[in-house]
């Protein structure tokens, strides 16, 4: 984000002075008062002082060196910097939410120099503005309605269709012999008239002309038929196998980006892209592309017959196009705004179905059926109105263009009618001409919807390359193989943030041993499931690193260190297909028998083979067909397929009952001996066979021990125990009170006796 505003001549006259030629490291602006009213400050930060002007005056100026910290806070509708001196806190600045990421940036920055650090925040531009005009992008896109370039956009989509250039040339001869045949026909219509029908008493010696005449009409019919539907089976291809290289390569796009951007585009947005956008450009090509050119080639054809035949009717002709191709300019621009927001309505319905079918289990159990369908219809209802209002705007503008376009064929029919009645024009030609005025008035009509089509293309395809050209972090050039591993893996002082702006995870070292197992533990939010994204290379840490047998862990190749990694998470995901399929998912590659042999060792195999299909039974979407213990045990035998030498295991026995957490235990038991194990567990008790104990609070390393080391030292861990003791011994008193303790009862809950 943009942290270096440029001060204004007069602010700038003023502090120069103050700073006594001190850099300015960052310059913030800030827009309210200590009593709410809107204002034009900055706040200036340089290594020494912080620098608070408004209105081209100073008020306030405060050393770095007073200050013990530096708080950003949110009040009920705005924001506040607030210092921490030696004596009572007080605030430097005010703004509203729109600059609340900015000045928690700023408290990072601010907090670097209290400390004597130099700060590591970069200044860019604004991601929500446009970097030419400054003007904000369309929403929920980095996409500029002021300055986006429309012809860049189709010389574009032209380039990605490489690969279809034979298509389309091949299309151009096609179109070339359609537009002779459709001169010709009116030609033939001519002849007809003047040589064969207007000839009164002729008698019969004219009806093989006749015939001939007829026969050549309907020849000429015969062609055209012929060349549109070739023409149509080319365009099909063409445009097909362009909407096929476009989608592969945008999902592989998708696929190459950080988790951290997929997150922030929901499901329905980035769905819509690749398949509706897609298609969009698709029906453009196949559609209005391809027809733009044949509809050229007829234009510019019929355009010098008409010319060469009666340049005065011709100019008639032509009157009112001016003001069409004005009106045509001037309303593209709003047909482009509405596409936009009815296409942003279409991301929220589609995401809507999403996430409904996704979650349709939860919607079911509570009983939100209504709910949801009161949800669905009120998106439905916001689509049909813009796009009621879209296409309302469209049919009652384009109409009008349409109507001025052939206004002209007024004054034809009027002058050649004349010339007709004065025998200075042949009936035939009258007609052939007329033939060929509606060939061009209807060429034009078509170009006066043309906006409309170029609109819809220009603003998919803007969404398309939006994502094709997002920067994805370069994959090191002589990247480390990670064979041979031994799973040695230290984090050195490592700090990260989902928002940069935003630390979750803060200075963060541990030297782990080949091995060794980890357990995390702290309250919710303290950065556990973070410290494992970052080691899973989900994400990159803002500072420090992490190194795996002394190297960085960006330095080995991606695709070699996955293949030494195995994840438990806690909602473990299955894929449709067969049980066999989905322990394969891990290593595509592997034998049956390695699989057979994954899911004995996760105690799987003796449910699995008692399934109708054993290995090939299908478990449906997200595995709905198995219980959460089975799900949970394929996807311990996927992790250990690959033999991996780091393991990391999130929650993995949460979800499930007493028995089943037993069998679960006893297989990651077995898979973690001699690998390094990172294990985050809910019920404390699951981490009794862990090295190391590591105690997170608010992004720290608060605690660091053995479960008898951090009870003695009765910290925050013995806190977290002393709570669970207390939670379990009122669950097996409530189990007693209702009956079912004791022998032949159930006994303590699922959560089993604490740590000891």
């Known amino acids: 984000m943009q942290l270096n505003?440029?001060?204004?001549?007069?602010?700038?006259?003023?502090?120069?002075?103050?700073?006594?030629g001190e850099e300015i490291l960052y310059c913030l602006p800030y827009d309210l008062t200590a009593s709410g009213q809107f204002t034009e400050g900055f706040l200036v930060i340089t290594k020494t002082r912080l620098a608070v002007i408004n209105g081209g005056e100073i008020e306030r100026v405060v050393p770095v060196n007073s200050l013990d910290g530096i708080c950003c806070g949110e009040l009920n509708s705005s924001g506040m910097l607030e210092a921490n001196p030696t004596g009572d806190p007080f605030p430097i600045v005010f703004f509203t939410m729109e600059h609340m990421a900015r000045y928690s940036m700023a408290e990072r920055i601010i907090t670097d120099l209290i400390d004597g650090v130099q700060p590591r925040a970069v200044s860019t531009d604004d991601e929500k503005k446009c970097p030419n005009c400054g003007r904000p992008f369309i929403r929920n896109t980095r996409i500029c309605r002021h300055c986006s370039d429309r012809m860049g956009v189709l010389k574009r989509i032209w380039k990605v269709s490489r690969p279809c250039w034979g298509y389309y040339a091949l299309l151009l001869l096609i179109f070339w012999a359609n537009s002779g045949f459709m001169l010709y026909s009116p030609y033939v219509s001519k002849r007809l008239i003047d040589e064969v029908l207007t000839?009164?008493?002729?008698?019969?010696?004219?009806?093989?002309?006749?015939?001939?005449?007829?026969?050549?009409?309907?020849?000429?019919?015969?062609?055209?038929?012929?060349?549109?539907?070739?023409?149509?089976?080319?365009?099909?291809?063409?445009?097909?196998?362009?909407?096929?290289?476009?989608?592969?390569?945008?999902?592989?796009?998708?696929?190459?980006?950080?988790?951290?951007?997929?997150?922030?585009?929901?499901?329905?947005?980035?769905?819509?892209?690749?398949n509706g956008d897609t298609g969009r450009i698709q029906q453009f090509i196949q559609n209005v592309a391809v027809?733009?050119?044949n509809e050229i080639c007829l234009f510019i054809g019929v355009a010098i017959v008409v010319v060469s035949f009666n340049p005065m009717m011709a100019l008639l002709i032509l009157i009112p196009i001016p003001i069409a191709l004005f009106l045509i300019n001037r309303i593209s621009s709003s047909v482009r705004r509405r596409y936009h927001k009815q296409w942003r309505w279409m991301d929220k319905l589609t995401d809507a179905l999403n996430n409904v079918f996704n979650g349709i289990k939860v919607v079911k159990v509570f009983g939100q059926e209504e709910r949801e369908v009161k949800h669905f219809e009120s998106v439905a209802s916001s689509v049909r109105d813009i796009t009621c209002k879209t296409e309302q705007y469209v049919y009652t503008v384009f109409p009008i263009i349409r109507f001025l376009i052939g206004f002209g064929s007024y004054f034809v029919t009027m002058y050649g009618g004349a010339l007709v009645l004065g025998k200075q024009m042949e009936l035939g030609e009258l007609m052939q001409f007329s033939t060929y005025a509606g060939y061009l008035y209807s060429r034009l009509e078509w170009f006066s919807m043309l906006p409309r089509h170029i609109s819809q293309a220009i603003t998919s395809a803007q969404r398309v390359f939006e994502v094709m050209d997002e920067d994805v972090p370069p994959v090191p050039t002589a990247p480390l193989s990670a064979d041979g591993i031994e799973g040695y893996v230290d984090f050195n002082n490592v700090t990260f943030g989902y928002k940069s702006y935003k630390s979750v995870l803060k200075n963060i070292d541990l030297n782990v041993q080949k091995g060794e197992m980890i357990g995390l533990v702290g309250h919710s939010g303290a950065g556990k499931s973070t410290m494992i994204n970052l080691l899973m290379r989900l994400y990159k840490a803002d500072e420090g690193e992490i190194k795996l047998d002394g190297n960085s862990l960006e330095d080995y190749s991606i695709s070699d260190y996955k293949n030494n990694l195995g994840v438990v998470l806690q909602e473990s995901y299955l894929f449709s297909g067969s049980i066999l399929n989905n322990i394969r998912y891990a290593r595509p590659?592997?034998?049956?028998?390695?699989?057979?042999?994954?899911?004995?060792?996760?105690?799987?195999?003796?449910?699995?083979?008692?399934?109708?299909?054993?290995?090939?039974?299908?478990?449906?979407?997200?595995?709905?067909?198995?219980?959460?213990?089975?799900?949970?045990?394929?996807?311990?035998?996927?992790?250990?397929?690959?033999?991996?030498?780091?393991?990391?295991?999130?929650?993995?026995?949460?979800?499930?009952?007493?028995?089943t957490e037993q069998q679960i235990q006893e297989a990651l038991g077995r898979i973690i001996k001699g690998r390094t194990t990172f294990a985050i567990a809910h019920r404390l008790s699951t981490l009794k066979n862990a090295n190391r104990l590591v105690v997170l609070e608010e992004g720290r390393v608060a605690e660091v021990g053995s479960h008898n080391e951090l009870m003695e030292k009765d910290g925050i861990y013995a806190g977290l125990v002393r709570a669970q003791r207390t939670m379990t011994a009122l669950?097996?008193?409530?189990?007693?009170?209702?009956?079912?303790?004791?022998?032949?009862?159930?006994?303590?809950?699922?959560?089993?006796?604490?740590?000891?």
């Open 589 to 659: 590659d592997a034998s049956d028998d390695e699989c057979i042999r994954a899911a004995k060792i996760a105690n799987a195999h003796e449910f699995i083979i008692n399934l109708p299909d054993g290995y090939d039974t299908y478990v449906g979407e997200k595995g709905q067909r198995l219980s959460g213990g089975e799900r949970q045990r394929i996807a311990i035998a996927r992790a250990v397929l690959s033999d991996p030498k780091i393991m990391i295991l999130d929650e993995a026995t949460a979800s499930v009952d007493t028995e």
């Open 291 to 293: 027809q733009a050119i």
């Open 5 to 20: 505003y440029p001060l204004p001549t007069e602010s700038a006259a003023v502090i120069e002075p103050v700073l006594s």
């Open 199 to 274: 000839k009164f008493g002729a008698g019969s010696e004219l009806l093989p002309h006749l015939l001939w005449l007829v026969a050549l009409t309907g020849l000429c019919s015969l062609a055209t038929t012929i060349i549109g539907a070739l023409r149509e089976i080319v365009s099909a291809k063409a445009s097909n196998l362009f909407v096929r290289d476009l989608r592969n390569d945008i999902y592989k796009k998708v696929q190459s980006m950080p988790l951290g951007y997929i997150e922030e585009k929901n499901a329905g947005d980035l769905m819509h892209r690749i």
């Open 731 to 756: 669950s097996v008193a409530i189990d007693d009170g209702g009956g079912r303790g004791g022998p032949g009862g159930r006994g303590p809950g699922r959560g089993g006796p604490p740590p000891r």
